[in-house]
């Protein structure tokens, strides 16, 4: 896919867009474990004389792309650029680029280091990256397990894993679920409830649409439109971890339909 947009892109210096083939071809490369290719594909972002180079695109790959070259023993070749945009980040206070900044600081710092920039990169309002907070979790839980801090990283653990899990980021939760049992734990799948998960807008949508309802119907009676409904559900579904409306009784259960 990667490759027919930038088939698609031709020989224009569409930046944008093959930034963004970048990001989906070096987070592709990630999840199958091939943090070098991965490594190499996002590096290509932050490389002025790049086609694929973007001034704040780049901002979404700076995470990932320490991620790949932690895993591929490229932490020097990374520096740099890690510094880089430090610098950059002092000047646009750009949320995006300070939030994985934070990430990129705390995995390549040194053991005496990396505590206070974990928790700095934490304590921010991660609230709109659910999936960043996660990996970062999941980098701390890591990072305390290896100085064999067990119990205190089971903590970080098991929210990454819930997150990761609730999200279908299949490859990180399963990382998650090894660390936790190198901690000393085996982690669980339950589902969270409902109420921890969904809007009471969304809930009371879900309820109705479970019992058969069309987006119009549904519609008439919390007054919205059905494509207001149809972009609620549309949210939704990742939330539940499910696909399709037909899957909607199963998960809220029958109680919940029924109220």
Request: hydrophobic share 45%; net charge positive; glycine share 6%.
């Amino acid at each position: 896919m990667a490759g027919r947009a930038e088939q698609a892109a031709g020989t224009q210096r569409l930046n944008n867009l093959l930034a963004c083939v970048q990001l989906a071809r070096g987070l592709g490369l990630i999840r199958t474990g091939r943090h070098t290719d991965a490594y190499h594909a996002l590096r290509r972002m932050f490389d002025p004389t790049d086609p694929a180079f973007h001034e704040s695109e780049r901002y979404h790959a700076l995470a990932p792309l320490v991620e790949a070259a932690r895993n591929a023993c490229l932490d020097d070749d990374v520096r740099p650029i890690v510094a880089d945009m430090a610098r950059l980040a002092v000047a646009t206070q750009a949320p995006t680029l300070l939030v994985h900044l934070g990430y990129a600081e705390a995995v390549l710092a040194a053991d005496e280091d990396a505590e206070p920039l974990y928790r700095a990169a934490l304590a921010r309002d991660l609230t709109r990256w659910p999936w960043h907070r996660a990996r970062l979790e999941l980098a701390y839980g890591s990072w305390l397990r290896r100085q064999r801090r067990m119990t205190e990283s089971r903590i970080p653990l098991r929210a990454a894993h819930t997150t990761l899990e609730l999200i279908g980021a299949d490859t990180w939760a399963q990382q998650a679920a090894i660390e936790l049992r190198a901690a000393g734990e085996r982690p669980t799948t339950a589902a969270p409830a409902l109420h921890d998960v969904l809007s009471p807008q969304e809930l009371q949508v879900a309820r109705l649409a479970a019992t058969g309802l069309s987006n119009r119907e549904i519609g008439e009676r919390p007054y919205l439109s059905p494509r207001t409904i149809g972009s609620i559900l549309y949210r939704m579904f990742p939330k539940l971890n499910i696909t399709s409306r037909g899957q909607l009784a199963a998960r809220l259960g029958r109680d919940a339909v029924t109220d």
